[in-house]
């Protein structure tokens, strides 16, 4: 199985400032014939399921604010918060979807400094 | 617009059986692999089991292989997972979710998930 490490479990970001989570998996899942990384990205805010971020590691699903961007490649992987809204306030997920079983981090809490 | 809503969930006992459904609506559910993913109270997400558009392959995580069972029925759109033998460990929110399906070099995967449910909740306890 891929394992997925976030990092860090927890982060606290003043309003403006940029927030990074890192995920880093146990394998490559970048697949050379398409030359395209199985990552994506969630966010879950309390009582309420996760929500889908990014794909393909850095694609931004229709209707995210361009201030989240997604970057990295092979096995490390950044999700960044260009400048941290009060509505950002959530947890983080990453997930591979390269092989099954699905795999996803830990997951990262933010909050607001 | 796009919508899952699971239901079944509930309190059981150690051992005991539950069976939890997922209705679709805004699309074409036949057309689609489904999901199951879950989390435990206050932590994290877990993939359960997948099945194919048409039920005949599925897939599921160690830990409830040969206990939990994925099914479909597409003339109701409804997914379904059995659940039996039923352990403290299994107690959580039971999401069902929808993977987009993407074309790569002509063969199409499961990718990432673009609607989830709100989720029902099991609780195992004695």
């Known amino acids: 199985d891929i394992v997925m490490t976030q990092s860090p479990d927890s982060l606290a970001v003043s309003l403006g400032e940029r927030a990074t989570i890192n995920c880093k998996s146990s394998q490559n899942i970048l697949y050379s014939s398409n030359n395209k990384n199985y990552l994506a990205w969630y966010q879950q805010k309390p009582g309420q399921p996760p929500k889908l971020l990014i794909y393909w590691a850095s694609t931004r699903e229709s209707g995210v604010p361009d201030r989240f961007s997604g970057g990295g490649s092979e096995t490390d992987f950044t999700l960044t918060i260009s400048s941290l809204q009060a509505e950002d306030v959530a947890v983080y997920f990453c997930?591979?979807?390269?092989?099954?079983?699905?795999?996803f981090g830990q997951g990262t809490r933010l909050e607001i400094k | 617009e796009v919508q899952l809503v699971e239901s079944g969930g509930g309190l059981v006992q150690p051992g005991g059986s539950l069976r939890l459904s997922c209705v679709a609506s805004g699309f074409t559910f036949s057309s689609y692999w489904m999901h199951w993913v879950r989390q435990a109270p206050g932590k994290g997400l877990m993939w359960v089991s997948r099945i194919n558009t048409d039920g005949s392959g599925t897939t599921y995580a160690d830990s409830v292989k040969g206990r939990f069972t994925i099914s479909r029925d597409n003339a109701k759109n409804t997914l379904y997972l059995q659940m039996n033998s039923l352990r403290a460990e299994d107690t959580a929110v039971y999401y069902c979710a929808r993977p987009l399906s993407v074309g790569v070099r002509g063969v199409i995967i499961d990718a990432w998930f673009d609607a989830w449910g709100q989720g029902t909740l099991v609780t195992v306890s004695s």
């Open positions: 997930q591979q979807y390269y092989s099954t079983p699905r795999t």
